[in-house]
């Protein structure tokens, strides 16, 4: 196995990719599995006749109207609430997970985040009436929250600095493997009538279930452990994970950080009145905003929705979503094995690129050739599919895992799990935002809505470029040294901070 010289200060900390971490980084991942087959079950259960029949008839009506809007045949609040209310919930929960990570552990919280969605999955599953659907949406929003908040921490925490992130990208390639299975799910169940959706809504129980029993085979992080004052525990766990004998070195850094964490009481109001903490939560939280107004969760949420406006069938539609996500499955690939060559940076840059023409092009097609009532011409329409698969390779090699990585390791340990908190819930709040708003604003927007996320894709194309620091390799525990106080911009916020340090 490789060793890791990447250790901070020009120190070298010892460390083979184990098996004992791929696997505990594989099982963690499973939480992203959860999350991305609700995501992509979602828009297929919404565009199913038998769900909307059952709890969305004026919806149903407004679909089978053969001079409907095209744009505006599915903007309904209550619809839209059935996929943003779980995101509404997982904010608040990833606050409490937050403190259940510090308390007990990411392992712990991890397990937690599996009961609060097989709940759900029940709830969703039995549903006879709305109210019960959405309670089981705030359910399984409960899970999410817990599960994005313990996830990239677990695997940021286990993993050797050189392969970190190639091993945290595996919970975004979880999300897209949870996508494309639910659309293969929801294209057969499409047309097992009157209970198809329930069993689209009930499969979610399966990953629930393996991320609930895996947590039992997986060691907790040695920087958990010793945080909550298991040190001989944490000096095993850093010695099994680490595959060596020799982890003095690291041990040390990481007694060190978790002795300076105790003396920080409040860590969300050092987060927030911290000068030199304001880098990391400004990059953290701007980064969940970026990934969501990239436009993906439109295309993911809606996926069989949008092919339907753009005038394929049913099964076309469906049959589309699944395209889209084995592309999106594919091209996290890239990101596994490129992100520790070639850096963070230079994958959300070159993306931001390609995903910029895609969008652009896809807003033209529709502005030229889809009206209120027309069918797209089926060369379009197909044209239209590849450029969104364009759109979603970029996005799956970049923004989708970066936007998780980055926020779960670029924080010190005393502020971590609040940070993370703050870029988990920012990309909850936006995920409701759009998910809420994106029916509506078709139907008001029409193709323009397009060319509105094209806007946000060169902002954060502009933000990467010239405000992000490059992280690759360089351990998780020795950020703010080796990457912050060097940065152009952001080593202005240390100032400070320094001079009180050389007083001393």
Known sequence: MAVAGSGGGGTDFPAKLTRQVVLCSLIAAFGGLMFGYDIGISGGVTSMDDFLLKFFPIVYEKKHRAKENNYCKYDNQFLQLFTSSLYLSAVVCSWVASFCCKRFGRKRT????????????????????????????????????????????????????????????????????GILIANVVNYFTSNIHPYGWRISLGGAGFPAIFLGLGSLLIVETPTSLIERGKREEGLRALKTTRGVED??????????????????????????????????LFCGTILQVFQQFTGINVI??????????????????????????????????????????????KLLIQAAVQMLISQVFVGVILAKHLKTTNAIPMPFAYLTLFLICVYVMGFAWSWGPLGWLIPSEIFPLETRPAGFFFAVSTNMIC?????????????????????????????????????????????????????WKKHWFWRRFFRNEDEEQAKC
């Open 110 to 177: 991890m397990q937690m985040a599996a009961a609060f969605f097989l709940v759900g999955v029940v709830l969703n599953a039995a549903a006879v009436d709305i109210y019960m659907l959405i309670a089981g949406r705030i359910c399984l929003g409960a899970g999410i929250g817990f599960g994005n908040q313990a996830v990239p921490l677990f695997i940021s925490e286990i993993a050797p600095a050189r392969y970190r992130g190639g091993l945290n990208v595996c919970f975004q390639m979880l999300i897209t493997i």
């Open 431 to 483: 995920t409701f935002i759009i998910a809420q708003a994106f029916l509506t604003m078709l139907c008001q927007m029409r193709s323009g809505i397009f060319f509105f996320f094209a806007a946000w894709i060169i902002v954060m194309g502009s933000f990467a470029l010239f405000l992000l620091p490059e992280t690759k390799g360089v351990p998780i525990d020795e950020m703010n040294e080796r990457v």
């Open 247 to 280: 982890v003095e070195k690291e041990y040390e850094e990481i007694v060190r950080a978790t002795e300076n964490a105790k003396k920080v009481k409040h860590p969300f109001r050092n987060l927030i009145m911290k000068r030199s903490s304001w880098p990391q």
């Open 300 to 345: 993911m949420f809606y996926a069989p929705v949008l092919f339907q406006t753009m005038g394929l069938g049913g099964d076309a539609s469906l049959l589309s979503a699944v395209i889209t996500g084995s592309i999106n499955v594919a091209s996290t690939m890239v990101a596994v094995f490129g992100v520790d060559k070639f850096g963070r940076r």
